[in-house]
C-alpha cells in the first residue's frame, strides 16, 4: 500500500542552522504516528515541512503517492498555488489554536471550505455541523472563540482542519497551552480521529497518549531521528540512553506494567 | 472695551456661507475618500518585502508626513506652477496638500494596523489553503480594520477641520467666505464666532456616528 506521508532525506536549514538533517520517514494511511523528542530537535519544522508551512532545502515528500514540488536542475521547487492546494490535502492544528477571532465557530469551520474550496455555502454549513459535533461542540456553532475555553477552541480548531476532508492530519503540541483540567477532553478527540482511522503526525509531550494511541513512535534528536518503533518497544525498552534519559524527565506518567 | 454683538450683519450674507459650507463638504468629501483610499494601496506598498516598492513608499510618507499641511498648500499654488509650467488652481492645491498629507498619514495606519496582527493568524490561513492575497482579505484586513478605525475616524475629523486651510490661497469654503463678509462688514468677531458654530454643528453628530461605527465593529472581541 502506499505511505500517506513518505519522507526521503530531508534537509531543513535556517541560515547557518541546520535543523532537520536527512529525516527519512514512512506514515502509513490510517496511522497514528508520534514524534517525541526534547526542545530544539525540531518536531515543529519536520511537521511543517509536511505541509510546507516551511520549505525543506533538500529531500522529497510524498502525499498518498504524489511528488510534492518539481525537479529541475536536481533542486525541487515549488509552486505556491501547488502548495495551496496540498495543505487542503493535509491538515494542521497549532500548539495556540489560531482560531480566526473575527468570525464565529461555524464561521471558523466554514471558512476554508468556501474560500479555498469552493463549496456552497449550505454545503458548508452541513459539513461544518457535522465536524463539531463530531468534536462534540456543535451547541457552540454560533458562538465567538472568545467565548470558549481553552479546550473547546483547540477542538474548534480540530474541526476546522478537519472540515477541509484532509488525508493526514498534523498536531503540533496542541495541549501544550491548555490548563492540566482541559488536556484530557482534547486527547479524548485526538484518540477518537485516530481510532475512526484518520491518518495523523502528531508532537506531543504525553507519553499516554503516545502509548495508548500511537501505531509508532519516533525520537528525534538533533535533526535525526534517533530511533523509532512500536510504541511499547520505544518507550519501555529504549535502544539508546538519550531515549531514556528523556522518558526518566517525563516521570509523571508510569507506563503499566 | 465694549463690544456690540451685530450677528444680523453676518446672516444677511447667509448665502455667502452656504456656498463657503459647500465649499468646506467638497473639499473635504474628495481628500477623505481619495486619501483613506491612496492610503491603503500606499500602506501595502509600504509592507511589500520588495525594497523598490517599500523604499519609495516610504520616502513618500516621511516627506508627506514630515511638513505642515498649511506650508504644502502654499509651495503647490506658488511653486508647483512654477516647476510643471502649469497653473494651479485653489482648489487644486488645497486638494493636492491635505490629500498627499491623509494618504501618509492613513498609509502608516494601515501599515501598522496590518503588522498589528499576529504572525499566527497568517499561519491559520495559509494552513488551511489559503493564498497570501486570500488570508490578506478574508483574515487579515478584517481584523486589522477594526483596530484602525479609531485612528482613522478621528483623522477624517481632522480633515474636515483642515479644509479651512485652504483660505489661505483663498478656496471659498467657510472661512475664507467668513474673511470675505468680515472684510466688507468690519465685523470680524461675529462673523468668526459663526464660523466656529458652524463647524462644531457640522462635527458634534459626525463625532457621534465614529462612535457608534466603533462600537458596533467592536463586538466581537
Ligand atoms: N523560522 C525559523 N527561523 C530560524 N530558526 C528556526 C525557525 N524555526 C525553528 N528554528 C530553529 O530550529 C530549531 C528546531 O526548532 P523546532 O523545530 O521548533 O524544534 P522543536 O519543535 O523540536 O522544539 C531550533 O533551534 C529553532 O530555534
Ligand atoms: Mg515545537
Not at chain 1, 69 to 89: D, F, H, I, P, S
Not at chain 1, 170 to 184: H, I, K, M, N
Amino acid at each position: 500500500m502506499t505511505p500517506a506521508v513518505e519522507i526521503r532525506d530531508l534537509h531543513k536549514s535556517f541560515g547557518d542552522l541546520h535543523v532537520l538533517k536527512g529525516i527519512d520517514l514512512d506514515v502509513q494511511q490510517g496511522e497514528a504516528v508520534v514524534l517525541l523528542g526534547s526542545s530544539g530537535s525540531g518536531k515543529s519544522t519536520l511537521l511543517r515541512c509536511i505541509n510546507f508551512m516551511e520549505e525543506p532545502n533538500d529531500g522529497r515528500i510524498r502525499i498518498n503517492g504524489d511528488l510534492i514540488g518539481a525537479e529541475r536542475g536536481g533542486k525541487m521547487v515549488y509552486r505556491e498555488n501547488e502548495l495551496c492546494k496540498l495543505r487542503t490535502r493535509v491538515g494542521m492544528v497549532f500548539q495556540h489554536f489560531n482560531l480566526f477571532p473575527h468570525m464565529t465557530v461555524l464561521e471558523n469551520v466554514m471558512e476554508g471550505q468556501v474560500v479555498v474550496l469552493g463549496r456552497s455555502k449550505a454545503e458548508a454549513r452541513d459539513k461544518a455541523l457535522a465536524q463539531l459535533a463530531r468534536v462534540g461542540l456543535e451547541e457552540k456553532a454560533p458562538e465567538y472563540p472568545s467565548r470558549l475555553s481553552g479546550g473547546q477552541k483547540q477542538r474548534v480548531a480540530i474541526a476546522r482542519a478537519l472540515a477541509m476532508d484532509p488525508e493526514v492530519m498534523l498536531f503540533d503540541e496542541v495541549t501544550s497551552a491548555l490548563d492540566p483540567e482541559l488536556v484530557g477532553e482534547v486527547l479524548k478527540t485526538m484518540r477518537q480521529l485516530a481510532e475512526e482511522g484518520m491518518t495523523m503526525v502528531c508532537v506531543t509531550h504525553e507519553i499516554g497518549f503516545a502509548y495508548h494511541v500511537a501505531n509508532k513512535v519516533c525520537f528525534l534528536q538533533d535533526g535525526q531521528i534517533l530511533e523509532q518503533g512500536e510504541p511499547h518497544k520505544v518507550l519501555k525498552t529504549p535502544e539508546t540512553s538519550r531515549v531514556r534519559d528523556f522518558l526518566d524527565g517525563h516521570s509523571l506518567f508510569k507506563l503499566p506494567d | 472695551m465694549q463690544h456690540t454683538w451685530n450677528f444680523a450683519s453676518v446672516f444677511a450674507y447667509w448665502d455667502v456661507l452656504l456656498i463657503g459650507l459647500w465649499g468646506t463638504v467638497y473639499l473635504f468629501v474628495l481628500t477623505c475618500v481619495i486619501g483613506l483610499a491612496g492610503g491603503l494601496v500606499v500602506g501595502m506598498l509600504r509592507y511589500s518585502k520588495n525594497g523598490w516598492i517599500s523604499y519609495p513608499a516610504r520616502l513618500y510618507v516621511e516627506v508627506f508626513r514630515n511638513t505642515p499641511v498649511l506650508v504644502q498648500i502654499i509651495w503647490f499654488f506658488f511653486a508647483l506652477p512654477v516647476v510643471i509650467g502649469v497653473e494651479v488652481s485653489a482648489f487644486m492645491a488645497a486638494f493636492l496638500g491635505i490629500t498627499l498629507n491623509t494618504i501618509a498619514f492613513s498609509a502608516e495606519v494601515f501599515r501598522g494596523g496590518i503588522q498589528s496582527i499576529e504572525r499566527e493568524q497568517w499561519e491559520a490561513g495559509k494552513a488551511i489553503g489559503m493564498s497570501y492575497a486570500k488570508t490578506m482579505r478574508r483574515i487579515i484586513l478584517p481584523q486589522a480594520l477594526k483596530r484602525m478605525l479609531p485612528p482613522l475616524t478621528s483623522r477624517g475629523i481632522e480633515v474636515f477641520k483642515m479644509s479651512t486651510l485652504a483660505s489661505v490661497v483663498a478656496y471659498p469654503e467657510t472661512l475664507q467666505q467668513a474673511k470675505l463678509i468680515a472684510s466688507y462688514e468690519y465685523n470680524p468677531i461675529e462673523a468668526y464666532t459663526v464660523v466656529a458654530i458652524m463647524f462644531f454643528l457640522v462635527l458634534l453628530p459626525m463625532v457621534q456616528l465614529t462612535y457608534l461605527l466603533e462600537r458596533r465593529f467592536g463586538k466581537s472581541d
